[in-house]
């Protein structure tokens, strides 16, 4: 099983600032690296796929990069609404798997 | 726009088999290219991917389930369920029923259903 490891699990943000999430995979796993927002009480919600791809209707502000075993989300310019916390998922083999998560809370 | 709508009880007695239901709308599980999912969250904890099933009955399931799982699909009623046998509290979570694109990414997710544990 592929195990994600995100860093770091906590970050307090002021909004405007630019916020940076990491996600290491326990081997190399390709683009196949999704990510996810997911407010309290409320399901997750799929940012980005296959590593940098926007879904449909994702703010300009939130983008992906990396490949292999390294990944980053960035969320540039933070707004109040984007307090939540932050998954990765790996989908490039079965069983499928998360990362442990990162929550971003507002100054 | 799909959506996903978990149903079942709210609470189940150790021993038990837990049983959920997930109804899509706005698409059709029979028409392919897509993997119908379930994913749990322990309160407070982070996402626990369960398993899939596609629309011809094919499975897969995480290892760490397999023994107690069953997911099964009804196309004719747009349906796919959950079944976990021999609960115990560490089954209490929270199960979400989703839709996985066909390439991985899950791009629709229901409401989730809060599965309770006891006696």
């Known amino acids: 099983e592929i195990v994600l490891t995100q860093s770091p699990d906590f970050q307090s943000v002021t909004p405007k600032e630019k916020v940076t999430i990491t996600c290491r995979a326990s081997?190399?796993?390709?683009?196949?690296l999704h990510w996810y927002q997911q407010k309290p009480d409320q399901s997750p919600k799929l940012l980005i796929k296959?590593?940098?791809q926007s879904f449909s209707g994702v703010p300009s502000r939130f983008s992906g990069s990396g490949s292999g075993t390294d990944f980053t989300l960035t969320i540039n310019s933070l707004e109040a609404e984007d307090a939540a916390t932050y998954y990765c998922?790996?989908?490039?083999?079965?069983?499928?798997?998360f990362g442990q998560g990162t929550k971003v809370e507002i100054k | 726009q799909v959506q996903l709508q978990e149903s079942g009880p709210g609470l189940v007695k150790p021993s038990q088999t837990l049983s959920l239901t997930c109804t899509v709308s706005?698409?059709?599980?029979?028409?392919?290219?897509?993997?119908w999912s379930w994913i749990r969250q322990h309160p407070g904890k982070g996402l626990e991917w369960i398993g899939y099933?596609?629309?011809?009955?094919?499975?897969y399931y995480n290892p760490s389930l397999k023994s107690r799982v069953t997911i099964s699909v009804d196309t004719s009623k747009n349906q796919f369920s959950l079944k976990l046998s021999s609960v115990t509290a560490a089954d209490t979570a929270v199960y979400y029923c989703?839709?996985?694109?066909?390439?991985?990414?899950?791009?629709?997710w229901g409401q989730g259903t809060l599965v309770t544990v006891s006696s």
């Open positions: 706005g698409g059709s599980i029979s028409s392919g290219g897509y993997y």
């Open positions: 081997q190399s796993i390709g683009s196949s």
């Open positions: 989703a839709r996985d694109s066909g390439f991985g990414d899950i791009d629709y």
């Open positions: 998922h790996q989908s490039s083999s079965l069983p499928r798997t």
């Open positions: 296959y590593a940098s």
């Open positions: 099933i596609y629309y011809s009955g094919s499975t």
